[in-house]
């Protein structure tokens, strides 16, 4: 075999080998659901059986107790708000779990005057090892906080302009809202107790707030009954159990996997099948082909 030629395999061997390395090695991205790391959801959806979306459109309707958790880490486009209002009217159970107040783009298209605070909640006082860490151990009777006696938070926020009734967690009277983000306490910073986990009936849905998602990830579920409040969760729908992935961050790692996962679906088309093995051919008889001497 020529120089040419075996450089050329070479270099196909090399980029199909990475290909498959990058498609199977575990996601690193905040919140993946399939992502095994400190940051990421794997190890609390091991026991319960969810369904993950890369889009909000691969919920089909009806949406009747069926339960969506959405992690908003990017603004929410005009089509998914439609997509997730129509979710909640039409009897969906949709879990909003936000701290960069994304979120509120949400709340206005229904129509409710509670938003994301989108400020650091701190306690120095009930919470696991520092301020930014606060413990929740005020409940009301509700069957998301059902069996549950403390939760353990992670550079949450608060809930602001929500109605008593409305609220089934609050902070401790010992925190309070860092409105200048200078992690300490200052003048004019009000203590507790603050809302941090609300639920709404929405049309025939209903919506639950949660201001810190970081509640639900894999480093967090041994801490407090962090582990009892997803499960919850799920128990509330009886027709599937949702998390979408779309509105999570992005790195070079997640949007490299999502171009695979996007080839592989292409080329299970008739379309794509035909291009891969007139691809597959074109490239044996490259190697095979007899090379003329000049």
């Known amino acids: 075999m020529d120089l040419r030629r075996f450089l050329s395999l070479l270099t196909l061997l090399v980029t199909i080998t990475l290909g498959i390395v990058v498609y199977l090695v575990p996601p690193n991205g905040d919140f993946q659901a399939d992502n095994p790391y400190w940051n990421g959801l794997k190890s609390e959806f ?41 979710f909640i009217n039409d009897g969906g159970i949709l879990i909003l779990a936000d701290d960069f107040g994304h979120g509120n783009l949400l709340l206005s298209q229904l129509g409710l005057e509670v938003r994301f605070a989108n400020t650091p909640l701190l306690d120095p006082v009930i919470c696991h090892t520092n301020r930014w860490l606060p413990i929740i151990v005020r409940f009301a009777t509700d069957p998301v906080t059902a069996d549950i006696t403390e939760l353990v938070f992670n550079h949450p926020t608060s809930l602001i302009g929500v109605s008593e009734q409305d609220v089934i967690a609050w902070s401790s009277s010992m925190s309070f809202s860092d409105a200048n983000n200078n992690g300490k306490w200052d003048n004019g910073e ?105």
Do not use: C
């Open 46 to 86: 091991e026991t319960i059986e969810i369904t993950k979306t890369k889009s909000l459109m691969d919920i089909s309707p009806p949406y009747t107790d069926k339960v969506l958790m959405v992690i908003p880490y990017q603004e929410i486009s005009t089509n998914d708000l439609k997509i997730l209002d129509d």
């Open 190 to 294: 009000e203590f507790g107790p603050y809302p941090v986990i609300a639920r709404y009936h929405q049309g025939n849905g209903q919506l639950i707030l949660i201001s810190d998602p970081s509640v639900f990830i894999n480093s967090n579920q041994n801490l407090g009954d962090n582990s009892i409040l997803l499960g919850n969760i799920a128990g509330l729908g009886e027709n599937g159990f949702f998390i979408d992935q779309s509105l999570l961050p992005s790195n070079e790692l997640v949007l490299a996997q999502v171009l695979l996962h996007n080839l592989r679906q292409w080329l299970v088309t008739p379309t794509g099948t035909i291009l891969l093995i007139i691809a597959v051919i074109g490239a044996v008889m490259m190697l095979l082909w007899p090379i003329r001497k000049i």
